[in-house]
T-cell receptor
């Protein structure tokens, strides 16, 4: 039972480079999320997808784009990385509209932009 | 605006001592409430959740939390802390009318002294 899988686990980018963080879940969840975690700020929502084919901005969407490729996969793209995007990124999934509304998280991607 | 505060950035307790981590939220109505734990280098794991009913909820690893509507609080407690409880703890909320957004507090880092 893999749950939520993120790749890569670690990445170092130069300023201006682009990259895509991948996320896949095998729990048949409708909703998927991307968060960034910074010291003292908890987890802040970047983008989320309530269902396949839909995406919405969260608290801190600037500098990011997302794609909900299918029900399983939700990718996060940095088109032109900046040092301010150095963070740990977490993908999560859950099913809305039911009592089981807790989110399940991946192991995180630690991204450093130099 | 929706928000979650955790007044204690860092707490240190002795092994075997009791623990209480504070969480306050600001919401238009009573939201769903969660506590997550994050061990170093890991993703987030759900400890417990409150949806409705009994205001004292039991979770995994011997944790419990009490919802107090009058204080807009959802404090996490454990009667006797173990060294393995050292981790980061996050309080989170999700609106009952909008299941898709989970808002996290900034986290409390717990250290345990042998």
């Amino acid at each position: 039972n893999a749950g939520v899988t993120q790749t890569p686990k670690f990445q170092v980018l130069k300023t201006g480079q682009s990259m895509t963080l991948q996320c896949a879940q095998d729990m048949n969840h409708n909703s998927m999320y991307w968060y960034r975690q910074d010291p003292g700020m908890g987890l802040r929502l970047i983008y989320y997808s309530a269902s396949e084919g839909t995406t919405d901005k969260g608290e801190v969407p600037n500098g990011y784009n997302v794609s909900r490729l299918n029900k399983r996969e939700f990718s996060l793209r940095l088109e032109s990385a900046a040092p301010s995007q150095t963070s740990v990124y977490f993908c999560a999934s859950k099913n809305p509209g039911s009592m089981n509304t807790e989110a399940f998280f991946g192991q995180g991607t630690r991204l450093t932009v130099v | 605006a929706q928000s979650v505060t955790q007044p204690d950035i860092h707490i240190t307790v002795s092994e075997g001592a009791s623990l209480e981590l504070r969480c306050n939220y600001s919401y238009g109505a009573t939201p769903y409430l969660f506590w997550y734990v994050q061990s170093p280098g890991q993703g987030l794991q759900l400890l417990l959740k409150y949806f409705s009913g009994d205001t004292l909820v039991q979770g995994i690893k011997g944790f419990e939390a009490e919802f107090k509507r009058s204080q807009s609080s959802f404090n996490l407690r454990k009667p006797s802390v173990h060294w393995s409880d050292a981790a980061e703890y996050f309080c989170a909320v999700a609106a009952k009318t909008s299941y898709d957004k989970v808002i996290f507090g900034p986290g409390t880092s717990l250290s345990v002294i042998p």
